[in-house]
């Protein structure tokens, strides 16, 4: 299912990047699209869940399904009127958000710049876009509540329909309005409200269905605020260093916003599909591990899981830097994108690519706190790792400018990961294991030994590049050659299909 929801992921890229390209338009979209898609991957994927998570299995395990829905029908109601109220008040203060996060934008409209159309087009772009927040909220509740249940599928599924909204609107209505970011807007609009309509009968099926109502001051409302701040830092450090390149990057050139933004996501692809996909599947496990007092299992699960997104995470970022660009050309290079703007995404990406194997380790190592409830540790370290962004920031993006960024990015990321490992180790929660440590040896060799098998193969290719039809040829012989070479290494280096299996 998640693998459904980010192959359309791409494909929704591809259209935006066929209709708006990667000037003024794109730009202002996606910066109007990155805070209510922030606020996704805090909820959905992110802070959320993981307070709610931990709280809600420990009540299911202790004291059953009547409880269970009572504390729903409490987070619901209160999360409810909290959310109803920011919504309201960030449309109404649409232009005070891009002050904020446009910075370089508004100084310009204040000044009469160049970019003074790029703030008053955002504004108007975040009141359409905002609103997206009040149906995450309530797609990541009952998403959280069935991903307890260990009923996954509905969960990793409903993102597809927000995809399928914006390719959708931007298809139908382009022409329809002005500015073709406005079709787009309206898409994350329409999105957001079939993803809250969706989740509703499986709810209902699973007798989970309840009617909200206020509960500020019950107990485990109350552990689930105080654990859902400090885990907004702890597991979105990610996210929060891309809002603050967001706001650099309004200083810099036009297209800067846009060419970070696609590089972003085909890390995303990766990262989406097997890092948050296993650190989802692992929290209501290792919360429980942890409800039962089984500290074994919990430190084989984690090694599982970090074995398990190592194995994708190398091939992956070795195959995105040798095939980047090709992958780029293929999937954007249509439309109002030009060359010059996939040669930037292209730069972007070498950066990002540097970080992928950190990030997805964040998002195993992560969990590892939070099914303990443990969230001052993975605060200090989000703390410490998000003024290593901004440090990095500044010292690289005035030599590099916007690759700067995904460099400071990946920086941090790292440093992320190095400091949450080093506390599960301090803690006795979690040391890498003998088994792992070798197997690393061995996808390390794997994936040097497909890297050269793909770049020979990708030089000495015998097809002549004429046309779409053979680059799609080319990357998806490619791609198939790496699979098999990686895996055929693997598998004579001793590796099984029932290694993939976790045996807790």
């Known amino acids: 299912m998640t693998l459904i929801s980010r192959v359309l992921g791409l494909v929704r890229d591809v259209v935006v990047a066929t209709l708006v390209g990667a000037g003024v338009n794109a730009d202002v979209y996606f910066f109007a699209n990155r805070i209510p898609n922030f606020l996704r991957r805090l909820f959905a994927e992110g802070a959320f869940a993981q307070a709610f998570v931990p709280v809600l299995t420990e009540v299911k395990e202790k004291h059953g399904d009547d409880e269970v829905r009572e504390l729903v029908a409490k987070v619901a109601g209160t999360l409810g009127v909290i959310v109803t109220f920011?919504?309201?008040?960030?449309?109404?203060?649409?232009?005070?958000?891009?002050?904020?996060?446009?910075?370089?934008?508004?100084?310009?409209?204040?000044?009469?710049?160049?970019d003074a159309g790029k703030f008053v087009l955002a504004a108007s772009l975040l009141k359409i876009t905002f609103p997206y927040l009040f149906f995450i909220t309530f797609v990541a509740l009952s998403g959280a509540v069935l991903n307890t249940y260990n009923k996954f599928a509905v969960a990793a599924f409903t993102p597809v329909f927000l995809n399928i909204a914006i390719i959708v609107c931007a298809i139908v209505f382009r022409d329809s309005f002005s500015e073709p970011a406005y079709a787009l807007a309206t898409g994350v609009f329409v999105g957001g409200l079939i993803q809250f309509l969706f989740q509703i009968p499986f709810l209902a099926k699973a007798g989970l269905l309840v009617l909200p109502k206020w509960g500020w001051n019950d107990e485990y409302v109350k552990r689930i605020r105080l654990l859902m701040l400090p885990a907004i830092l702890g597991v979105s450090v990610h996210q929060l260093n891309a809002?603050?390149?967001?706001?650099?990057?309004?200083?810099?050139?036009?297209?800067?916003?846009?060419?970070?933004y696609y590089a972003d996501r085909l890390i995303e692809f990766p990262l989406g599909l097997f890092g948050i996909g296993i650190a989802t599947v692992i929290l209501p496990s290792l919360s429980k591990l942890h409800s039962n007092d089984n500290p074994m299992a919990f430190q084989h699960t984690i090694d599982w899981a970090l074995r398990f997104v190592l194995m994708l995470a190398f091939p992956a970022m070795a195959g995105l830097m040798l095939l980047g660009p090709l992958i780029i050309e293929v999937l954007y290079l249509h439309g109002k994108f030009t060359p010059d703007d996939a040669m930037h995404v292209q730069w972007a990406l070498?950066?990002?690519?540097?970080?992928?194997?950190?990030y997805m380790a964040v998002k195993v190592l992560a969990p590892g706190y939070f099914a303990r409830q443990d969230t001052k540790t993975p605060v200090k370290i989000g703390i410490i790792s998000m003024l290593a962004n901004i440090v990095f920031n500044f010292m690289l993006a005035p030599f590099f400018g916007f690759v700067g960024l995904a460099i400071a990015t990946a920086m941090s990321g790292t440093l992320n990961a190095v400091l949450l490992y080093r506390g599960l180790h301090q803690q006795g929660v979690y040391k890498i294991s003998r088994q792992s440590v070798i197997w690393i040896v061995k996808l390390l060799l794997a994936t040097a030994f497909m890297s050269y098998i793909v770049w020979m193969a990708h030089v000495n290719w015998p097809?002549?590049?004429?046309?779409?039809?053979?680059?799609?040829?080319?990357?998806?012989?490619?791609?198939?050659?790496?699979?098999?070479?990686?895996?055929?290494?693997?598998f004579s280096l001793g590796f099984r299909l029932r290694d993939l299996k976790s045996n807790f």
């Open 86 to 114: 920011v919504t309201l008040l960030a449309v109404i203060a649409s232009p005070v958000i891009v002050m904020v996060f446009g910075t370089g934008w508004f100084l310009d409209w204040m000044s009469g710049g160049p």
């Open 243 to 260: 809002l603050v390149d967001t706001v650099i990057a309004s200083f810099l050139v036009t297209g800067s916003i846009s060419w970070l």
């Open 350 to 358: 070498m950066a990002y690519c540097s970080g992928l194997m950190s």
């Open 463 to 490: 097809m002549e590049m004429t046309n779409f039809s053979h680059l799609l040829v080319k990357l998806f012989g490619l791609i198939f050659l790496a699979m098999l070479s990686y895996f055929v290494l693997l």
